[in-house]
C-alpha cells in the first residue's frame, strides 16, 4: 500500500530540493488547517460528558419509574408496589459548599398505580383503657393513586462522567378507594377510623447513571411515612417504610 507514496516521493527527489521544500510546507499548511477545522469540530467536554452537559445547561428531566417497598416496624407485614412518571428541573448553578458544593432542582411526580398490600382480614386483639378486646381488622390490597407535587432534590458536584447523586426531600398526597390502613372494622367509635387520604411525607438518595447524553438510569432508595394527619377518628398510619426506585431519564 506504500508503493504509491514512494513513487510520489521519488519523483520529488528527481524534481529537486526546491519542489520538495515547498511540497512539504503544502503539506504543513493542509495538517494545520485539518486540525484546526477538526478542534472546531470537536463538541465540548461537557457533550462528551453527559453529567457536565445536564449541570451545565440545566436542564429539564421526565421519565417513568417503578417503585418497590415494604413496611418496617409493626407494619413490616405491609409490601408496596406504585409506578408513574415524574419531572424536575435543575434551577441553580453550582453552588460551592466544600463536599455538599451541587445544584438545586425542583421536581414532582405523578402515581396513576398505587397498591399496598397488607394482610387479609383477621382477628386481632386490642387494648381499650387498660382492658384488652379482640375485633376483626380489614386488610388485603388496596389500590389507588398518588402524587407528590413537591421534591426538592440536591444534585451533588461530581467529576464522574456517568454518576450523578443526588439527595432530596419530599411531600405527597396518596388516595385509595378504601380507607387505608386496615383498622377495626367495629372499633369503639365510628367504624372504619382511618381514611382514604393520606399524607407521605419522605426523603432519600440516589443516582442517575448516565447510559450516554440525555439518557440515564435511576435509582434511588426512600423512606416514606404515611399518615392521614387524624383525617380519621384513628392515625394508625404507617410509620415507617423503605421504597426502593427505579426509572428512566430523558434530560432535554
Do not use: C
Not at 485539518?34 to 478542534?39: D, F, K
Request: aromatic share 14%; glycine share 12%.
Amino acid at each position: 500500500m506504500w508503493r504509491p507514496f514512494y513513487g510520489i516521493y521519488v519523483l520529488l527527489v528527481q524534481k529537486g530540493t526546491f519542489l520538495i521544500r515547498n511540497t512539504l510546507l503544502l503539506l504543513a499548511m493542509a495538517f494545520l488547517t485539518s486540525s484546526a477545522v477538526a478542534h472546531a469540530q470537536t463538541p465540548a467536554s461537557s457533550a462528551i460528558d453527559p453529567v457536565a452537559q445536564v449541570r451545565n445547561q440545566r436542564n429539564w428531566e421526565v421519565g417513568p419509574f417503578a417503585n418497590w417497598g415494604t413496611g418496617l416496624g409493626n407494619r413490616d407485614n405491609f409490601k408496596f408496589f406504585f409506578a408513574g412518571v415524574e419531572a424536575g428541573k435543575i434551577l441553580t448553578p453550582v453552588l460551592h459548599a466544600g463536599i455538599f458544593s451541587g445544584q438545586f432542582e425542583l421536581a414532582g411526580n405523578i402515581i396513576p398505580f398505587w397498591q399496598a398490600y397488607t394482610p387479609p382480614p383477621h382477628i386481632q386483639t386490642f387494648t381499650y383503657k387498660g382492658e384488652p378486646f379482640q375485633a376483626p381488622v380489614g386488610g388485603g390490597t388496596f389500590t389507588g393513586v398518588s402524587i407528590t407535587p413537591v421534591i426538592f432534590r440536591w444534585n451533588f458536584l461530581t467529576h464522574s462522567r456517568r454518576i450523578q447523586p443526588w439527595f432530596q426531600a419530599a411531600g405527597g398526597l396518596i388516595y385509595t378507594t378504601h380507607k387505608f390502613p386496615p383498622d377495626e372494622l367495629v372499633p369503639h367509635g365510628t367504624p372504619g377510623g382511618t381514611s382514604v387520604f393520606n399524607f407521605s411525607p419522605q426523603g432519600g438518595g440516589g443516582i442517575h447513571y448516565f447510559l450516554r447524553s440525555g439518557r440515564s438510569i435511576d435509582l434511588g432508595v426512600n423512606g416514606v411515612h404515611i399518615s392521614s394527619a387524624s383525617l380519621g377518628d384513628r392515625n394508625p398510619g404507617v410509620n415507617a417504610s423503605i421504597q426502593i426506585q427505579a426509572g428512566y431519564t430523558f434530560w432535554r
